[in-house]
């Protein structure tokens, strides 16, 4: 059995997105102590901006006249992809940056959506297991002042769940600038009680996927 684990983190200590995807990789692991964990860690190696430009160049122009930059595009598009549909579960991990999701996530997305098997249409994940992983700084909830202001989450449960046709589970903690944000101290309980749920669905998580897989496979 075979996870899947996406981090886009700038931050390698201290990452709250990593902690919880850490818990989910460790609870599935614990059902799966044979499987292997495939990773992709958008900071330690990022993609660059150029390589979807060129891919989808590759895509648009006959085969036999594309340049050596598109066709290593576009093989590196379709190993991404594979190594999505490859694995059994997902999980895909990420902060809330300015509001969405970071260039280097979004470049991933669209270098998987440059693959024939990701473009509307087919159903490349056909309900395999994905826990969304978000850690925001603020807080998002309703009533809140910034209620609405996410939209990393809403546009990933659109891939993943909607378009790629993944199972999804969005594990979120927030408020987790209110350690460091003195303005935010009075929020430090809240964010404590955040971050605790978000572990705690994060393991339970983790075993639910990892026993869907195995149900899956029996
Ligand atoms: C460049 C940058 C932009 C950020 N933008 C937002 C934002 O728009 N909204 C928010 O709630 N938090 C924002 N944050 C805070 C992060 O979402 C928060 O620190 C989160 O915990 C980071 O994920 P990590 O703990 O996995 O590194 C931002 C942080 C950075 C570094």
Not at 16 to 40: C, N
Not at 67 to 84: K, M, N
Not at 198 to 204: D, G, K, N, W
Request: a negative charge; aromatic letters at 6%.
């Amino acid at each position: 059995m075979t996870l899947f684990r996406l981090d886009a983190s700038i931050r390698q200590e201290g990452s709250v997105s990593r902690e919880v995807a850490d818990t989910v990789q460790q609870s599935w692991a614990e059902r799966h102590p044979d499987g292997a964990v495939v990773r992709r860690d958008l900071t330690a190696s990022p993609i660059s901006a150029e390589t979807w430009t060129q891919a989808l160049g590759g895509k648009m122009t006959p085969e036999d006249q594309r340049t050596p930059e598109q066709r290593a595009a576009l093989a590196f598009a379709a190993s991404l992809a594979d190594e999505v549909i490859a694995a059994d579960a997902a999980v895909i991990a990420t902060p809330l940056y300015n509001y969405g999701i970071s260039q280097h996530l979004k470049v991933w997305i669209d270098l998987l959506c440059v693959d024939e098997r990701f473009v509307p249409g087919p159903n490349p994940l056909d309900g395999k297991p994905v826990t969304l992983v978000i850690a925001r700084g603020g807080g998002y909830g309703p009533g809140t002042p910034r209620e609405g202001w996410d939209h990393a989450t809403p546009y990933l449960q659109q891939m993943f769940g909607d378009n790629f046709g993944g199972n999804l589970t969005v594990v979120a903690a927030e408020l987790t600038l209110a350690d460091v944000n003195p303005q935010m101290a009075d929020l430090r309980g809240l964010a404590a009680e955040s971050k605790a749920k978000a572990l705690e669905l994060a393991a339970e998580t983790g075993k639910a996927h990892a026993e869907l897989v195995a149900s899956r496979a029996a």
